[in-house]
């Protein structure tokens, strides 16, 4: 299993990304996939998820109405619009998948899942 996370770079508070996350070794349809953030000196944290067969998703508070999570599944690629960008939201996003579908109380859990992405860094700065 592969994931490369691409789509990051630097733009001004109120601007916007997209971030792509491509799979391979699996179908979106039978997985969850993730996306994690880790800003310097601080711990990774959940971002969104959603998860294959239903496309249920989950967005942590301090993202919910600015991110948006899709997937498509002919390109078994998973992307994360990012709108009203502020400083706090500069990290490196992770996406990371599960080869099965997660319940939501696992989404945000490290542990669940079995494949990571290198990491592409987002910074938000004027």
């Known amino acids: 299993v592969q994931l490369q996370a691409s789509g990051g770079g630097l733009v001004q508070p109120g601007g916007s990304l997209r971030l792509s996350c491509v799979v391979s070794?699996?179908?979106?349809?039978?997985?969850?996939i993730g996306w994690f953030r880790q800003a310097p000196g601080k711990e990774r944290e959940g971002v969104s998820c959603i998860r294959g067969g239903d496309g249920n998703t989950k967005y942590a508070d301090s993202v919910r109405n600015r991110f948006t999570i899709s997937r498509d599944n002919a390109k078994n690629t998973v992307y994360l619009q990012m709108n009203n960008l502020q400083p706090d939201d500069t990290a490196v996003y992770y996406c990371?998948?599960?080869?099965?579908?997660?319940?939501?109380?696992?989404?945000?859990?490290?542990?669940?899942?079995?494949?990571w992405g290198q990491g592409t860094e987002v910074t938000v700065s004027s």
């Open positions: 070794g699996f179908t979106l349809r039978s997985s969850t």
């Open positions: 990371a998948a599960a080869a099965r579908g997660l319940i939501k109380s696992s989404m945000f859990a490290i542990r669940s899942y079995d494949s």
